[in-house]
């Protein structure tokens, strides 16, 4: 029995290890035509869909996400918009009096003629009727016959489907005067991977969303202009594109054809007032920017486009080529947010502040849509290292500035910091959308994640990161990596275990805070004040004006950093230290030469809670 169960463990062992190098996803490919009525603002759509089962499993059901269905009254977006201490402002009126505020949940304000649905008529499954059921933003279909693994089948759906007014990214007639932001639109298939299913309600967070091809076909008023994911292939059929075009029209109305492949969004926004100015960026990039001309526009949005290819140019160099032929930047929505090789924009802005919306937005073409990040997850992935990106194009793209600083956003570790000490904090692992506050979902996303990849620099090294930057574009683009993932490539790149930090900056709410201590002599303590314990460079200045860098390493990275040319250090000698122990909080440092100053990372990149005790001057 002792023999059977031994060999039995060592079989499931190999299981486990077997299915982790057999990585996996599943495919889509959309072919869809959508008749839209501009009259009622609503549309009729059609979609053939090819499904790949590459999961190693039968499939007896599938599940299509319905966002539209969300944009009614009662729905799981409206309650949560009711429930939350501070709801996102775009989506609740005020409703009270300047004495006693009171704000509503907008959704709750929709009637039959301006909330959002989509209704399946029918659904086939090569050719078979299926069955199925709508509950809230999910659709969930009983196959007619099993997809079994390694196989593709076809469903064909028809749906008719209502514009809400704009709320949240999707709608109609936005503030700006869009007609329609057309985003998350359409029934799509669901996420399946090797944790499952992924059905969460839409509350108003974001999503994941299998790889695949996209021909989509829209049938609509000839006045229209249209700015969306993917190539058109009949500008000189439609308005707007090509000086030449004579508009092909079919009772009234025009039909425009884009197609794209290997991402897993596709989102677009039309206008009878938009124009569209092209550009081509030096690596080849084709960049079009749509949007409706004005005083508050035009010169802004021409004084963008530089900016922008340059930005595709940039990015190429520090986190990988960008893949496919076009990117789109498109007037609309309520902000900003990222799709498929396009964005949807608020246009009305300065000149810095569209140029970092569309960089943030530009960013997400890496960090979410070439690396399909889950960010109902992994938010903090998602924001906070599209953040990371969109904030070194500011600098260097946009202010052109020569020195980068060793922490290049000083603010991010400053935000993260005032929401560790709110007592709002909660772990970075949370689900997005169960947050208790926007304020720490915001802050979490936005902040924490940049400042991981901060602190990520000052564990393992500048050149390190950079490295492990490319080195995960190469083993991750067109997957969908988790934030393990990217730990392994870095741990791979640099050779230092990262697992301790990961888990405990994720994982839990704990703080780092170091103190310089018990200055005497020729010797001073560097004592953990918290319960986080980090790897420390300690920069010392003798009173005979020399300096000396002092590493000290953790037992639990099991490896260095190597020596860092920043500005902070050049010129100054390194010596590395015995590892320190997270179990004990006291380091003893002895010098050879009397000290006038000892201070804790120069650098700032160590995301310590009080800096004021890291510095210490005789």
């Given amino acids: 029995m002792r023999k059977f169960t031994l060999i039995l463990c060592l079989f499931l062992v190999q299981f486990v290890f077997a299915q982790r190098k057999g990585y996996w996803q599943q495919k889509v490919d959309y072919k869809m035509t959508i008749d839209v009525k501009d009259d009622l603002y609503q549309y009729d759509g059609k979609m053939k869909l090819k499904y790949t089962n590459n999961s190693g499993q039968s ?36 409703i009270g009096t300047k004495e006693n505020p009171k704000m509503q949940s907008r959704i709750a304000t929709l009637g039959p003629d301006n909330m959002g649905y989509q209704k399946i008529k029918s659904l086939t499954q090569n050719g078979k009727a299926t069955s199925y059921k709508v509950d809230g933003t999910i659709l969930e279909v009983t196959l007619a016959t099993p997809v079994k693994p390694g196989k593709s089948t076809t469903f064909d759906m028809v749906w008719e489907a209502q514009v809400p007014d704009q709320i949240r990214r999707s709608g109609r007639n936005s503030k700006e005067g869009v007609a329609y932001s057309m985003t998350q639109w359409y029934p799509k298939m669901a996420q399946f991977d ?52 004579k508009v092909v029209e079919k009772n009234g109305k025009a039909s425009w054809n884009f197609k794209a492949t290997n991402i897993h969004d596709f989102a677009w926004a039309a206008d009878k007032d938009f124009v569209v100015d092209e550009a081509t960026s030096k690596g080849g990039v084709k960049v079009y920017l749509v949007y409706k001309p004005g005083e508050k526009t035009t010169k802004v949005w021409k004084e963008a486009m530089p900016y922008t290819t340059e930005f595709f140019d940039y990015s190429a160099k520090k986190f990988g080529a960008y893949p496919w032929p076009t990117y789109t930047v498109v007037q609309g929505g309520d902000g900003g947010m990222e799709y498929g090789t396009a964005t949807l924009v608020t246009g009305e802005r300065n000149l810095e502040s569209l140029v970092g919306v569309i960089f943030h937005e530009a960013a997400h073409s890496w960090y979410q849509h070439l690396f399909g990040i889950n960010e109902t997850v992994d938010e903090w992935f998602d ?142 303590q560097v004592v953990n004040k918290s319960d986080f314990a980090m790897p420390l460079d300690v920069l010392v200045e003798y009173t ?70 890291n510095v210490y001057k005789n």
């Fill in 59 to 94: 499939l007896n059901k599938v599940y299509f996400h319905l966002y539209f269905n969300a944009f009614q009254p009662q729905s799981m977006m409206d309650y949560r918009l009711a429930n939350i201490a501070d709801p996102d402002r775009r989506m609740v009126s005020n």
């Fill in 194 to 245: 090797d944790f499952g299913w992924h059905l969460d309600e839409y509350v108003g967070r974001e999503f994941i969303a299998p790889f695949g091809n996209f021909d989509v076909t829209i049938n609509i008023g000839k006045d229209y202009v249209i700015g969306s994911s993917g190539v058109l292939l009949n500008p000189k059929e439609v308005k707007g594109y090509d000086a030449n075009a």
């Fill in 383 to 524: 924001e906070g290292f599209t953040s990371y990106v969109e904030n070194f194009a500011n600098l260097q793209v946009l202010q052109k500035k020569e020195v980068i600083p060793s922490n290049p956003n000083l603010s991010a570790t400053k935000s993260y910091i005032n929401l560790a000490l709110s007592g709002k904090e909660e772990p970075a692992s949370l689900l997005a959308d169960y947050y208790n506050t926007n304020y720490a979902y915001s802050v979490e996303a936005y902040s924490k994640g940049q400042v991981l990849a901060i602190q990520l620099d000052y564990i393992i090294g500048k050149q390190n990161l950079e490295k492990t930057f490319l080195e995960f574009y190469n083993q991750w683009k067109f997957k969908h990596p988790t934030a393990n993932d990217f730990k392994r490539v870095a741990e791979e790149v640099s050779g230092v275990n990262l697992k301790w930090f990961f888990n405990l900056f994720l994982n839990t709410t704990r703080k780092i805070d170091y103190a310089v201590e018990n200055v005497q002599g020729n010797a001073f």
């Fill in 544 to 613: 005979d004006g020399t300096k000396e860098l002092f590493y000290i390493p953790l037992r639990e990275m099991r490896g260095e950093k190597p020596a860092e040319n920043l500005v902070e250090y050049q010129g100054v000698k390194r010596t590395v230290l015995t590892d320190a122990f997270w179990t004990n909080p006291v380091y003893e440092v002895k010098t050879s030469k009397a000290v006038k100053t000892i201070v804790i990372d120069p650098t700032k990149r160590l995301a310590d809670v009080d800096y004021t005790n």
